[in-house]
């Protein structure tokens, strides 16, 4: 049974930076894809970042240049770096995995998902 833990949420101020971080475990092999998505109250949930198994990474155009996506060597824990955050970036942080192999992260079906983690920045 995969279960997804996510950590490091958190209250800044506008331009600070937080590390969110997502341990998986529960499953034996490496996840094809993983994500990092964000829903806000009265918003649909969207996708921030995706990392393919094989490093490739894929970021929303509202982050790019901002946010970092990237996983230890075993593929076990998930980490978004976040700098200039934004007040727009308020959010639940939810990681996402999927273990059955793709050659792309884009517009699959994420089965497995953590429960949150609460990104609060103030201007």
Not at 1 to 30: K, T
Not at 54 to 76: A, C, E, H, L, P
């Amino acid at each position: 049974q995969v279960q997804l833990v996510e950590s490091g949420g958190g209250s800044v101020q506008a331009g600070g930076s937080l590390r969110l971080s997502c341990a998986a475990s529960g499953y034996i092999w490496r996840a094809a894809c993983m994500g990092w998505f964000r829903q806000a109250p009265g918003k649909e949930r969207e996708e921030v970042a995706i990392i393919h198994s094989r490093g490739t990474t894929d970021y929303t155009d509202s982050v790019k240049g901002r946010f970092t996506i990237s996983q230890d060597n075993g593929g076990n824990i998930l980490y978004l770096q976040m700098n200039s955050l934004k007040p727009e970036d308020t959010a639940t942080y939810y990681c996402a995995a999927m273990y059955t192999w793709t050659t792309s992260c884009s517009g699959i079906n994420w089965p497995y998902w953590g429960r949150g983690t609460q990104v609060t920045v103030s201007s």
